[in-house]
């Protein structure tokens, strides 16, 4: 492994974990959130999208992966740079898992050094036995330096500012 490949935190693959909002890990804050997207017509589209880091662009990140990125599906071990807003630094990231199950797709990343905070993030879209379409972000993290951790309800904030724009990314145009 590279110098700056290591994750920055300890619990890899912990979105997965079913009781991940009851039990984060240890000074973590978790969520899970879902919005609908619609019905079964946009399954396999939305998934295409969220296994090429849509969800990220369509949110207003900008996407450093290697190779060809928007052309293949995204792996796990993948490392990507995100570019997010004003923030003035790179932001490393790395695949931990990928989901391509018949009512499940997605990816879950992790944080590298460098990365602001420190922990996992889930981006899925699912669907429902009735045909509905959802898309899902669990997450746990925390802040990864001690002046973020200062910043505490202006960092909460934007977390749930870039999270609402998750949950919209692919909601198609005239959806309600």
Same mark, same amino acid.
């Given at each position: ?5 290591? $994750? %920055? $935190? =300890?619990?890899? *693959?912990? %979105? ?8 984060? +890990? ?17 399954w ?15 949110? =207003?990140?900008?996407?450093s992966? +290697? ?5 293949r599906?995204?792996a796990? *071990? ?11 630094r790179?932001?490393?990231?790395? &695949? &931990? ?8 797709? =997605?990816?879950?990343y ?8 420190s ?25 990864? %330096?001690?002046? !973020?951790?200062? =910043?505490g309800?202006?960092?909460?904030? !934007?977390?749930?500012? $870039? %999270?609402?724009? $998750? ?10």
């Open positions: 492994m590279r110098k700056g490949d290591a $994750y %920055t $935190y =300890g619990e890899v *693959g912990g %979105t997965r974990r079913d009781d991940l909002l009851r039990h984060p +890990p240890r000074g973590y804050r978790a969520i899970d959130v879902r919005t609908r997207l619609g019905d079964d017509a946009g396999r589209e939305a998934g295409d999208e969220i296994l090429r880091w849509g969800i990220q662009r369509r949110s =207003g990140i900008r996407v992966a +290697p190779g060809d990125a928007e052309r599906p995204i796990a *071990g993948d490392r990507a740079v995100l570019r997010i807003g004003l923030w003035p790179d932001v490393p990231c790395r &695949v &931990v898992y990928v989901v391509d199950e018949p009512f499940v797709r =997605g990816f879950a992790g944080t590298l050094p460098g990365h602001p905070e922990g996992e993030e889930a981006f899925l879209v699912e669907q429902d036995p009735d045909g509905s379409v959802w898309v899902r972000i669990r997450a746990f993290s925390r802040p990864a %330096t001690w002046w !973020l951790r200062a =910043g309800p202006l960092v909460r904030l !934007l977390q749930r500012a $870039y %999270t609402q724009r $998750y949950l919209r990314a692919l909601v198609p145009s005239g959806a309600t």
